[in-house]
């Protein structure tokens, strides 16, 4: 009996000595798992190639060092967790782990802005809102807007300079098929660019519809015209619209400008350059397979010594960047500049320089033949960015314009001091958050504090 | 810092967790451990107030001390009202002072004097926390439910303990004072871990749903209501109602679970609120040691429910009342907090007895509609907009143009958060919940629910890599 009840007894006592250590022995893996955690995240990350080699040291000259008052407005701590996420070999394996969840999963895609639609197809939503309507501006200011680009292009004619207004087509419009469905719940009405068209016919102004000729080539197009994966105009788009400004600077020149011809096209089963720009920036672990073969044109201009070159200053969205990249700016426009949005000045050879509002106006609309403005259907609710106005009054008003530029360049000044500086920078994204805006937004408040207050001083003196 | 960023899970947490496991087994040590750590997990998000915190709790320290020294009662009043006056004091220059002069000037304004310039303060993070637990330090030495603390960095740790520094849950003094001494004896493996698996699903709740529900409603929020149709603003009503849920119940799980792993036991703080049949209910549900704190420290004071039927309605006003000022200092969380105690009070007068007759599923929707609106209004500071946007709700418009697109993730994590906060109304998940929580479990649970947190950790650890800063809602508080 006795030992039947010591049988009995011994399992539990086995289970009760297993226990603990089976509990003991899985805390030692979660300390290992935790410390595994740290030390990857310690480590150096894998340079993997010299573009990013490079492109990092750029970023540790900038980096914010440990001091008293980096730690006190807490650039020091935001600056290290932004390096932890996305700097340390941990963030560069999960980011794309992240990512390819979400769009497996959900269809979504991790770029601001951006959508996922049939079949894959990237939308931009403002783009998708452009061609809704849903961005719409109203007759009234794009009519007043309109009617200053007029002025501008009469007044700069009798001085041989050509003001060209040019509508880009927009992917949502060109690629309307492939809309997420959820968008399409919103009933269509009149777009900005319907009416930007019709009212620049009707005032008479030098304008080019390469939406309206894009959309007449679909049909019959030999290579796509916008990429499955990207937000802008394909290679072979870009090809197309830059031919066609050519040709239309050439006729209302009377001059030639160097024409751009297609050596050859690669075909290709991999979206690159910005045929893949935003899926590229989605850092998926692994690309989607796209549905078309994509074209590369390897492009020439023929230029000519004996004509007179045309230099034209571009004023437009991201569209216009393909000017740039297959050289259009340098070997067509003489070297003529971009002005990004109205706001960044970019050389043919792709370099920043200056923001627009630290030059004169005057002098570099002046040193042109041909100003562009060239927005595509989802920006043209900001055309030109001021560019008009501001020409304008330049033109009809030159005192005022003179007071408002005083006015502009010392906000503008202000704004440029606290993005090049940490711990305004600082301040002001401390403000974003307390005031729920973002921080472009509380950067020029804090810039307007600053102009005001030393406005107050000179008053004072 | 906070919980949910990477600096805290992949060096601050894993550095804490280890260091301390190899630590020996001595409370002084491992309490100075905790007390330097703690230190810089506030300086890292607070550099700032650091300084502030450690210079009220030496005085607090010592006018408790005092306090406790004397047996004149008038004398230990007088102590007590130094001490508590310290705290509300200082809560009230950093959090209401503003709110103050902004109401003082619209009143001024009225008779045409002139207004007082506003002063650019920064609130500091946690102080409506550490306030409130200052506070249970003085008033429970007074009332002598509990000796003070001998040493004063025994305090120190006590009011700055990390895991509920910042956002909770409010620990009051009697309920910690014996485990700063003895903690270490709670450092039992089963604690441990699953003081991991509880830290592992409340980073889940933040990281996973939160975050999702978040951005949904901020989208909605930051529209005006005029431009949306009904359909939105439910959907950002509700989108809402889930963040703000699973994010502060998720921190309440981290902070718990963190203090498991070092042997404390820190007060539960969320239980199922929104499958509560009232009000009265949901208030025994959500923020349980805010509710606890403000029955122990305001409502018992005021009389409780010893008064007449006319003065308890009062007295639940004006808990009620202090409950919404608590939350932030304008006009909105004033009114969320009158919109509770009123219907508190029609629940107390006649509406609990119709909830009983009623059944538990229309109490249960009677509840969450009621705290669905209430959070609209704990949304907007706006208090017009607020009333806009429940107007909206329920003006039954439906007009597509004036839809929103919902995120993709969301049309999905909607369902996953509405699934989690009303599944306990099952008996046996309920019972799986108290078991991982509250009871032991089988080696072979450990195993399946440590593997399952990894996991988790992993996923969110991917989701914080991969996201921009998201803080905690109550970190405003």
Known sequence: MAKKNQKIKTPPQKAKSFQPRMLSFLWVIVLLGLSATFILQMQKPNEENDKEKKKNEEKKKEKVKLSMASWFNLSYQRETEE???????????LIPFKNQLDYDLFDKINVKDFVVGKEGYIFSIPWIEGYLGRNFIGEKKIEDLLQKAKAVQDTLKKKNIDLVLIYAPGKGTYCKDFLPEKFLKYPKSTTNYEVFVSKSKELGLNYIDLQEYFLKLKPTAKYPLFAQFAHHWTSYGECLAIDSVIKYIEKIRNSYVAHLTIKEVLLEDKPKYRDADIIGKAKLMSAPTPSTKYAFPKVAFQTRTDSKPVKVLGIGDSYYRGFLYLGAMRYAFDNGEYWYYNNKVTLSNGKSTNEVWELDLKKEIEKNNVILILYSDGSLANFGNGFIQNAY??????????????????????KKKIRNNPSLLNIAVDNAEAMHIDIDSAITLNAIEMAAQQNSEKDKH | MVFSSISFLTVFFPLFILIYSLLPKKVGIKNTFILFSSIIFYSWGGPKFIFAILTTTVLDFFLVKIMHQKNNPAQRKLFLFFSVGLNLGLLFIFKYFNFFIDNVNSVSGIFGISSIHLAKIILPIGISFYTFESITYSVDVYRRIHKPLDNFWEYQLYIILFPKLI??????????????????????????????????????????????????????????????????AWIGALAYTMQIYFDFSGYSDMAIGIGKIVGFRFPENFNNPYTSTSITDFWRRWHITLGAWMKNYLYIPLGGNKVTPSKLYINLGIVFLMSGLWHGASWNFVFWGAYHGFFLIIERAFLLNALNKAGKIPSI????????????????????????????????????????????DFDYLIFVALFFSFISLNKHVKSLHDKIFYSGMSAAQYVFFTFIAFVLYTLCLAFVSGSSFNPFIYFRF
């Open chain 1, 83 to 93: 390096d932890m996420k996305s700097n340390s070999p941990i963030g560069k394996q």
């Open chain 1, 393 to 414: 009054q330049l033109y009809t008003n030159p005192e005022q314009y003179l007071i408002d530029s005083q006015k502009e360049k010392q906000l503008s000044s202000y």
């Open chain 2, 167 to 232: 956002a909770g849950p409010i620990v009051r003094y009697h309920d910690i004072s014996d485990q700063i001494k003895n903690h270490v004896q709670n450092e039992t493996m089963s604690n441990k871990l699953s003081g991991f698996i509880q830290f592992c699903i409340g980073l889940s709740k933040k990281v996973l749903i939160a975050n999702a529900m978040g951005e949904q409603a901020d989208a909605v929020f930051s529209m005006n209501p005029l431009d949306i149709n009904s359909q939105s």
């Open chain 2, 365 to 408: 929707l009677y509840s969450f509609l009621v705290v669905v609106v209430g959070w609209v209004f704990f949304r907007l500071e706006n208090i017009h907009l607020a009333f806009g946007f429940v107007k909206k709700m329920f003006s039954f418009n439906f007009n597509s143009a004036e839809g929103i697109v919902t995120n993709n």
